[in-house]
């Protein structure tokens, strides 16, 4: 599979106990994107390797995984900080008009004039709603909340925004 077949869902923070579970991170906003897997490609860098899972449990906001053949808490601490990815056949569909971030990511940004704006380099995520990091041809960073999106064309890869004064300059 090319790089871009795969979809980071979590992280892995630490080890869990002692009987070799990992604590990691909610990378994803469908948790069964984690918690239906029966493996995950472990991932730092350009080293992959595909992990089996004998358990997931939730706990708090983080989940803990069991993976078969790491049984102590020093073979877990070896993948500290690896990303766990899966297919993208894998995760859940989506309902129509809803994108998972890594479909934004590298999208096309344009206002409703027409005008180019950049390209989506980050999604923050804040209480009211998310923001997109627009990278423009100039290198500058543009910060458009998601309320302002008029409309989004994911086999595109374009998304059109309603500015407003003082929102890009």
């Given at each position: 599979m090319k790089e871009k077949?795969?979809?980071?869902?979590s992280k892995i923070l630490d080890s869990f106990g002692l009987k070799g579970e990992a604590k990691c991170s909610i990378e994803t906003d469908i948790l069964e994107n984690i918690t239906r897997q029966k493996g995950f490609y472990l991932r730092q860098g350009d080293k992959r390797v595909f992990m089996e899972v004998e358990y997931i449990k939730e706990h708090h906001?983080?989940?803990?995984i069991k993976f078969k053949g790491l049984d102590s808490p020093e073979a877990v601490k070896f993948f500290r900080g690896w990303f766990l990815e899966v297919s993208r056949d894998d995760l859940i569909p989506l309902e129509e008009g809803m994108f998972y971030?890594?479909?934004l990511i590298g999208m096309k940004v344009y206002s409703t004039e027409g005008e180019f704006i950049g390209v989506i380099d980050d999604i923050m995520s804040t209480a009211a709603r998310d923001v997109y990091v627009i990278k423009t041809e100039a290198g500058?960073?543009?910060?458009?909340?998601?309320?302002?999106?008029?409309?989004?064309?994911?086999?595109?890869k374009e998304m059109v925004v309603r500015l407003i004064e003082?929102?890009?300059?």
């Open positions: 077949d795969y979809a980071i869902v906001n983080a989940v803990i971030r890594f479909e500058k960073e543009v910060l458009i909340p998601s309320a302002f999106v008029e409309s989004i064309d994911k086999d595109k003082g929102l890009v300059e």
